[in-house]
């Protein structure tokens, strides 16, 4: 099955920068969105302490098992890419599904 990848730029008010894709079955940016918060304050970070935030879709790819678990779980798919680890969060690679 095609899944639809939301390319999530985030920029923390503490200054920590994290890049990270929501992978979802729809072309809905606002919830594309939200996925993305719930998934940030799931690690901690609230959407008060948000400067500036950017989810656009990017593209569309064929989603491995993991990923299809994931969404069928709670709808979306997080793939973690950078300033985690400098931001001091156990988000890395896949295993991260929110």
């Known amino acids: 099955m095609n899944v639809k990848v939301f390319d999530t730029h985030v920029r923390t008010r503490a200054g920590h920068y994290l890049h990270f894709d929501v992978l ?3 072309h809905d940016a606002a919830l594309a969105r939200q996925y993305a918060f719930a998934w940030l304050d799931s690690l901690g970070v609230r959407e008060s302490d948000i400067s500036q935030n950017e989810c656009r879709f990017c593209h569309s790819q064929i989603g491995d098992p993991r ?6 779980r709670q709808g979306y798919f997080i793939i973690p890419l950078q300033g985690f680890a400098t931001a001091g969060f156990e988000a890395t690679g896949l295993e991260v599904s929110g």
Request: hydrophobic share 45%.
């Open 24 to 26: 979802t079955e729809t």
């Open 67 to 72: 990923v299809m678990q994931g969404i069928a």
